[in-house]
């Protein structure tokens, strides 16, 4: 493990990286720009813990979702079902997630994702964030840090 915070153009990598190895259908993804940053319907996220502490959010819009859950479990849109979407929703975020916190300072854990409606979550910071268009669907990947880790980093300085 690293001691250092993923930048954004690492976690452009990231993102790239789990796109091409997860959904690469002769699609590419896009990373890093987007036209009109779309608010998400749904999202994803793990958490760490340890010696970093925050979360990993992937959001998009249903739509978005239903596209990556058709494209993961190789089934058409019509089929997949709101399970199917947070499974697949759940295993982007665990994937990003993982490689995000190969990065971080050690000790740290990573939780199972959780999948949610998204709404505006003020006590957050963002550390760094990408957008990926997929499919002319728009995703948001975004590094935040808890309000407590903050406070302690505060209190460390």
């Known amino acids: 493990m690293s001691s250092e915070i993923p930048t954004v153009e690492q976690l452009d ?4 990286q789990v ?4 959904l690469d259908d002769g699609n590419p993804a896009v990373i890093g720009f987007a036209a ?3 608010r998400g319907d749904l999202a994803a996220s793990v958490s760490v813990a340890g010696a970093w502490e925050g ?4 959001s998009c819009t249903d739509d978005a979702s239903r596209e990556v859950a058709s494209a993961l479990f190789a089934m058409p849109v019509s ?29 740290s854990t990573l939780s199972l994702p959780e999948v949610f409606t ?9 550390v760094c964030r990408t957008v990926v268009t997929w499919r002319e669907r728009t995703f948001t990947v975004a590094l935040l840090k808890s309000p407590r880790a903050v406070a302690q980093e505060e209190v460390a300085s």
């Open 13 to 16: 990598d990231i993102a790239e």
């Open 55 to 58: 979360t990993l959010v992937v």
């Open 118 to 126: 998204t709404d505006d979550d003020s006590q957050v910071v963002e």
């Open 36 to 38: 009109g940053d779309e």
């Open 19 to 22: 796109w091409a190895a997860f």
């Open 79 to 107: 089929e997949v079902t709101p399970a199917d979407i947070g499974d697949a929703l759940g295993e982007l975020a665990n994937v990003l997630g993982g490689n995000v916190k190969s990065m971080l300072p050690s000790p």
